[in-house]
């Protein structure tokens, strides 16, 4: 099983390395031991919000807008479960665990990649999600380790976030030729950053609540049009 | 650190749980046969690519561009990871090589 799955986890293998290490490092700078960066890549396993996360703890105490971002950041997880429920069925209790570790990255090769038919499917999903999970564990204890002992200026190391949103960004722009859900995603979002940051400061912490009421309401009323040229 | 240790554990823990939440749920609300609603569906074909837009706004919400750098060096590091992506569209590159550039420019150029 380990030598079917494991090929294709390769590409995921240095990307996790890679992603994991910028987020030990930008967590350890923030004055966090090295085990506080394995201990969240365990639990929260969730790039993105990982480094959001470092934000989240650079601020004082409130689980309101933890709870807030997290939603935020990772709702489009279930729309990736969405599409899995067919996939995922009746392969047990290893289920729980494949749910947890649905990352974008496992997401995405257990919906491309070909299964042959001789193999557990149940068993394949579970060997892959397993070991994207140790490749983000190593990763991001690494650079937790750099970050700790590695002397050097980390002043905005912080930028990884925003690189890896934009690249992200671009290869979704490039999949597809119906731009208006991005656009209605940034024009909502920088729309509501600037009233609130303009005339209700106190609550600017808490703009993206309205966005995501606005980015709803945006793709609901243009749901009929959408939905036609999306089709085309 | 900004936060004491307990609550930065109870800050992660809550994050971890609303993120597994968000995993599990369509498995739990569409068990056995039931079908996804056309709404659900089309949410889930849009919704990404608004939220991936959200999120890259997000990361700029405290660049001010009437003060300071004006939001030069990012400008600068965005635009080129467009380029590296755009040219070679390798993910490490392009995210590694624009936050090397962004660290160099506000630590040496945009003091």
């Known amino acids: 099983m380990f030598r079917v799955a494991f090929p294709k986890t390769i590409p995921i293998l240095f990307g996790y390395l890679f992603l994991g290490c910028g987020f030990g490092v930008l967590l350890a700078k923030s004055g966090y031991h090295f085990l506080w960066t394995t201990f969240t890549a365990s639990t929260v396993y969730s790039g993105s919000m990982q480094y959001v996360a470092v934000d989240l703890l650079n601020k004082p105490f409130n689980i309101f807008n933890a709870i807030i971002m997290t939603l935020a950041v990772n709702i489009r ?19 729980i665990y494949c749910m947890f570790g649905l990352t974008d990255e496992t997401y995405s090769l257990v919906c491309s990649q070909y299964v042959p038919d001789y193999i557990d499917k149940g068993r394949y999903y579970f060997v892959t999600t397993v070991l994207n999970h140790c490749y983000w564990i190593t990763g991001c204890t690494v650079g937790g380790i750099i970050g700790q002992f590695v002397e050097f200026n980390a002043k905005g190391i912080d930028f990884v976030m925003t690189a890896l949103f934009v690249v992200i960004f671009l290869e979704q722009w490039e999949s597809t030729k119906e731009h208006s859900p991005a656009l209605i995603g940034v024009g909502c979002t920088a729309l509501c950053l600037v009233v609130f940051k303009s005339f209700l400061p106190m609550l600017a912490t808490y703009f993206l609540i309205p966005a995501m009421i606005c980015i709803f309401t945006a793709l609901t009323v243009f749901k009929a049009p959408l939905e036609r040229r999306l089709s085309k | 650190m900004t936060q004491t240790w307990v609550q930065s554990v109870i800050t992660l823990l809550v994050i971890a749980a609303v993120t597994f939440v968000l995993r599990a749920l369509p498995f739990m609300l569409f068990r056995g046969n039931k079908s996804v609603p056309p709404f659900i569906s089309y949410l889930g074909k849009v919704l990404p690519f608004a939220v991936i837009g959200m999120l890259v706004v997000y990361c700029l919400k405290d660049v001010s561009f009437i003060s300071g750098t004006y939001g030069i060096p990012e400008l600068i590091s965005i635009l080129v990871i467009v380029g590296l992506h755009k040219w070679k569209h390798n993910l490490l590159l392009s995210v590694g090589g624009g936050t090397i550039l962004y660290m160099l420019l506000v630590q040496f150029v945009f003091i």
Do not use: N, T
């Open chain 1, 77 to 95: 997880h279930v729309f990736y479960g969405l599409s899995l429920i067919e996939k995922y069925k009746g392969i047990g209790i290893k289920k």
